[in-house]
């Protein structure tokens, strides 16, 4: 089986900074993309930011030019580095990897629990 473990959330006054991460453990054979998504309540899940192994990342429109996505292929993980913030951050975040299992030729996508990432006015 294969878990996202995420860290990093908290409460932070509007313009402070969080860093987020994420640990991919477990039985993995390659993870092709890994990423951030978020939610508030009574809104669907809304991509935030993604790596994917080629070197390509992909950031909301909200995310651009104040969270930096970073990973460590070698250790399965991913950070985001989120500054500047404002209260519409507001929410949890999830983290998501689309992982191939050892000796199987299919991705599977896996989730996280999420961590709660709060800023006050």
């Known amino acids: 089986q294969v878990q996202l473990v995420e860290s990093g959330g908290g409460l932070v006054q509007t313009g402070g900074s969080l860093k987020l991460s994420c640990v991919a453990t477990?039985?993995?054979?390659?993870?092709?993309?890994m990423g951030w998504y978020r939610q508030v309540p009574g809104k669907q899940r809304e991509l935030v930011a993604v790596?994917?192994?080629?070197?390509?990342?992909n950031y909301s429109d909200t995310a651009k030019g104040r969270f930096t996505i970073s990973s460590d292929n070698r250790k399965n993980s991913v950070s985001l580095q989120m500054n500047n913030l404002n209260p519409e951050d507001t929410a949890v975040y999830y983290c998501?990897?689309?992982?191939?299992?050892?000796?199987?030729?299919?991705?599977?996508?896996?989730w996280g629990r999420g961590t709660q990432v709060t800023v006050s006015s």
């Open positions: 998501n990897a689309d992982v191939r299992r050892p000796g199987l030729p299919w991705y599977t996508q896996y």
């Open positions: 477990g039985s993995i054979g390659n993870i092709k993309e």
């Open positions: 790596l994917i192994t080629d070197g390509d990342v």
